[in-house]
T-cell receptor, first 111, second 114 residues
Framework: DQQVKQNSPSLSVQEGRISILNCDYTNSMFDYFLWYKKYPAEGPTFLISISSIKDKNEDGRFTVFLNKSAKHLSLHIVPSQPGDSAVYFCAASAAGNKLTFGGGTRVLVKP | GAGVSQSPRYKVAKRGQDVALRCDPI?????LFWYQQALGQGPEFLTY????????KSGLPSDRFFAERPEGSVSTLKIQRTQQEDSAVYLC????????????FGEGSWLTVV
């Protein structure tokens, strides 16, 4: 039973345009959500997070939106840059416990 | 060190061999996590330590997997009698908060069982 799902395995976007990555979850106890970015042969790098008491968090080019009623979160990258090409994982936790990850979305930003 | 350090980075083991993977967390981080990532998938939780106490080992796939953190800093993940399905990247992560909301990963130990 996958509690966190990323239904799009890959995404291709032109440099300068917006990248939108989606993530759905089923566990209503999740109260903290994170996005990680992973380059080949490296560990996941923390990108941005959001608490369930908020519906939006912004950090530079990265914005995370949370829709609790839909159990859906998204990551917006504006503008996309070639260095953003990586695999992005969403993750969720309940009461500060272990993180549950989605399967990842591979993003390719074309120059 | 500045980040989570894992060793070895790459390990090739013959089926049936025992392996030990080491994790040196960020200094002062009380929480330590082990995750397993198979090719093309997201990381899967294995086990969690708060200081030296192993508080959750629900993700360990079998009794061949064992983790310890005897002094509350460095941790070792041991896999006995390795099998081909154990081939994966083993990621260690640590956090400065007991609640472990944001965790920081090492580069991983890539295990291939042949």
């Amino acid at each position: 039973d996958q509690q966190v799902k990323q239904n799009s395995p890959s995404l291709s976007v032109q440099e300068g345009r917006i990248s939108i990555l989606n993530c759905d979850y089923t566990n209503s106890m999740f109260d903290y959500f994170l996005w990680y970015k992973k380059y080949p042969a490296e560990g996941p790098t923390f990108l941005i997070s959001i608490s369930s008491i908020k519906d939006k968090n912004e950090d530079g080019r990265f914005t995370v939106f949370l829709n609790k009623s839909a159990k859906h979160l998204s990551l917006h990258i504006v503008p996309s840059q070639p260095g953003d090409s990586a695999v992005y994982f969403c993750a969720a936790s309940a009461a500060g416990n272990k993180l549950t990850f989605g399967g990842g979305t591979r993003v390719l930003v074309k120059p | 060190g500045a980040g989570v350090s894992q060793s070895p980075r790459y390990k090739v083991a013959k089926r049936g061999q025992d392996v030990a993977l080491r994790c040196d967390p960020i200094s002062g981080h009380v929480s330590l996590f082990w995750y397993q990532q198979a090719l093309g998938q997201g990381p899967e939780f294995l086990t969690y330590f708060q200081n030296e106490a192993q508080l959750d080992k629900s993700g360990l796939p079998s009794d061949r997997f064992f983790a310890e953190r005897p002094e509350g800093s460095v941790s070792t993940l041991k896999i006995q009698r390795t099998q081909q399905e154990d081939s994966a990247v083993y990621l260690c992560a640590s956090s400065s908060r007991i609640s472990g909301n944001t965790i920081y990963f090492g580069e991983g130990s890539w295990l291939t069982v042949v």
